[in-house]
């Protein structure tokens, strides 16, 4: 049975850590186009999975991996959707701006205990979730895995590490896991193995952050360029006409995960 240890977002935000640049980094974000003023404001986390005579068999389970800067929160609207759509979600925060990549895989990986094997088991990611996935399911390989949506990852880096990564401020304020996934060849992106499971990718072409002009190669979403998130092997690929953060609001696009989630492909006549 998995299960979701639940540590409030907001209690990783308010460590000390987090609290002298807490300002600093809501400006940034917000000119980077990483945050949206529309972006959800709530989210329930859910119970164990239902076990009743009338529904012997568990259901799917799905877990969600939100990006760098970010939390649960900012995967409210496909959360709910997902659970209106018979799926039990789990959206665990973890701390993306202090801790190194392993240290980030410790930390999911405690939250989660095992799942049983007639469970079908999903991902959904956001930007370097869907790395920290990648990393996830070849530390445990899970059995029961069926397919993955990735919402702007950077499966080949973002240049924006390779720019601006040697700035004191820039590495004091995204910290260490942010450090490796730049776009050179030695990083972190280009030494993952190919995947073996089913895989969507959705794909940003309107930026919102300016530097994006200047820094990623085109298009690209402010944040991420299309060409970044190309995965081999991916079942499906489809580009969508929204900022980095704001498409996890999109009812469209959502509507994309779930039927990826469904049918291993997406809905070309949507």
Known sequence: ???????????????????????LVS???RVAGMVSPTAPINITVTGEPSSSPEH??????????HGLASHPIAM?????RMVQNGFDVFAPAYPSMTATVDQILD?????????????????????????????????????????VVMLAPPNHGTEYVDRFGHWALFRVIFGPATLEVGAAPHSLPHRLPPPTFESGIIAGCR??????????????????SVESTHLD??????IVPYPHRVMLSVPAVIDQVVHFLRFQIYDWVA
Not at 56 to 65: D, N, W
Not at 76 to 80: E, T
Not at 121 to 133: C, E, K, N, P, R
Not at 233 to 238: L, P, Q, R, S, T
Request: glycine share 6%; proline share 11%; charged share 15%.
């Open 233 to 238: 092997g991916m079942a499906d690929h489809i």
């Open 1 to 23: 049975m998995l299960e979701f240890q639940e540590e409030a977002w907001y209690d990783t935000l308010e460590s000390p850590k987090y609290s002298g640049s807490s300002l």
């Open 56 to 65: 012997p068999t568990p259901k799917p389970a799905a877990i969600l991996l």
């Open 207 to 224: 930026a919102l952050n300016p530097l994006s002009y200047w820094v990623l190669p085109k298009p690209n979403d402010g944040i991420v």
């Open 27 to 29: 400006c940034f974000l």
């Open 76 to 80: 409210g609207c496909i959360k709910r």
């Open 107 to 147: 930390v999911i990986q405690s939250r989660l205990a095992p799942i049983p094997a007639t469970a079908p088991l999903y991902f959904v990611t956001h930007s370097m979730g869907g790395l920290i996935a990648r990393l996830l399911i070849e530390r445990l390989n899970p059995p029961n895995l069926a397919r």
